[in-house]
Nanobody, 121 residues
Framework: QVQLVESGGGLVQPGGSLRLSCAASGSIFSINAMGWYRQAPGKQRELVARITSDGMVNYADSVKGRFTISRDNAKNTKYLQMNSLKPEDTAVYYC???????????????WGQGTQVTVSS
């Protein structure tokens, strides 16, 4: 079985920073794209940032210039550095990864359990 375990969420004041981590473990053959999504109360889950296996990234317009996604392929881990946080960044942040379990298998999406990020004074 594959597990995605997030860490690094918490309470921070506006203008502050947080770094989220997501480690993938289990019987993994290959990981394609990895992403961070978030869901605020009463809103749909939205893509925050995504990085492919060869390092191509894309960001939601609302976080460009403030958030940076990166990955360590050797550790099957990705990170989200969040700077200049705003109250509207408050949400549960979910880790997502597109993973192949065996050489001849298909890629499937896996999700972490989510980590709360609260930006408030």
């Amino acid at each position: 079985q594959v597990q995605l375990v997030e860490s690094g969420g918490g309470l921070v004041q506006p203008g502050g920073s947080l770094r989220l981590s997501c480690a993938a473990s289990g019987s993994i053959f290959s990981i394609n794209a990895m992403g961070w999504y978030r869901q605020a109360p009463g809103k749909q889950r939205e893509l925050v940032a995504r990085i492919t296996s060869d390092g191509m990234v894309n960001y939601a317009d609302s976080v460009k210039g403030r958030f940076t996604i990166s990955r360590d392929n050797a550790k099957n881990t990705k990170y989200l550095q969040m700077n200049s946080l705003k109250p509207e960044d408050t949400a549960v942040y979910y880790c997502n990864a597109n993973i192949k379990l065996v050489r001849w298998g298909d890629f499937s999406d896996y999700w972490g359990q989510g980590t709360q990020v609260t930006v408030s004074s």
